[in-house]
C-alpha cells in the first residue's frame, strides 16, 4: 500500500509547483504588455495583484503542510 503521508506531500507539491509556474507567467505577461504598451499603471496593477495572489497561495499552502505534518506526527 501506498503512504498517505507521501501521497498528501505530493499533493502539496503539486499545489505549489502550479503556483510557482502562475506567478512565472504572471511576470513574464507583465513584461509583455509592458514591452508593447510602455508603463501603463493598470497592466503592473494587474500583473502584481495576480503575483501577490500566487505568492499567498503558495504561503499558506506551505503553511498547511506544516501544520498538516506536525498534526500526523503527533501521538494519539
Not at 4 to 12: C, H, R, T
Not at 30 to 56: D, N, P, Q, R
Not at 68 to 76: C, G, L, M, N, T
Amino acid at each position: 500500500m501506498s503512504n498517505p503521508q507521501k501521497k498528501s506531500s505530493a499533493v502539496y507539491a503539486v499545489i505549489v509547483v502550479l503556483c510557482v509556474i502562475t506567478l512565472i507567467l504572471c511576470i513574464l505577461y507583465g513584461l509583455l504588455l509592458y514591452g508593447f504598451y510602455g508603463s501603463t499603471k493598470e497592466i503592473i496593477v494587474t500583473a502584481g495583484i495576480a503575483g501577490a495572489a500566487c505568492l499567498l497561495a503558495i504561503i499558506l499552502t506551505v503553511l498547511l503542510y506544516k501544520e498538516d505534518v506536525r498534526s500526523k506526527s503527533k501521538p494519539k
